[in-house]
């Protein structure tokens, strides 16, 4: 059974920096692309980044590029998030998904995605 659980969210300012983890059971992790999705209160669910198990590529969305970095752990199943300087508008539950076999050109897309963790919330506030 596959199962993916995040954790490491929680309350910070504009402007800090958090990390997230997301550990990865039943799967091969090694063959998983691995992403980061987010959703926003009221808003649907957005690609914030991925990491191809081929390439080891590392596709972000406009908006979090040169704050946020994603990397891949397979000794440890693990797929990180380090995020920098932080918005009040990042606010939401951040997902992580996992598929064998995807290709780059649809790393950023949720369809592409078979599995999914729970999501653990980051809010940005003063």
């Known amino acids: 059974q596959v199962q993916l659980v995040e954790s490491g969210g929680g309350l910070v300012q504009p402007g800090d920096s958090l990390s997230l983890s997301c550990t990865a059971s039943?799967?091969?992790?090694?063959?998983?692309?691995m992403a980061w999705f987010r959703q926003a209160p009221g808003k649907e669910r957005e690609f914030v980044a991925g990491?191809?198990?081929?390439?080891?590529?590392?596709p972000y969305a406009d908006s979090v590029k040169g704050r946020f970095t994603i990397s891949k752990n397979n000794a440890k199943n693990t797929v990180m998030l380090q995020m920098n300087n932080l918005k009040p508008e990042e606010t939401g539950v951040y997902f992580c998904?996992?598929?064998?076999?995807?290709?780059?050109?649809?790393?950023?897309?949720?369809?592409?995605?078979?599995?999914w963790g729970q999501g653990t919330q980051v809010t940005v506030s003063s």
């Open positions: 998904a996992a598929e064998a076999g995807i290709v780059m050109s649809q790393l950023r897309f949720q369809s592409g995605y078979s599995h």
């Open positions: 039943g799967i091969s992790f090694i063959r998983y692309a």
């Open positions: 990491i191809s198990q081929r390439t080891g590529s590392t």
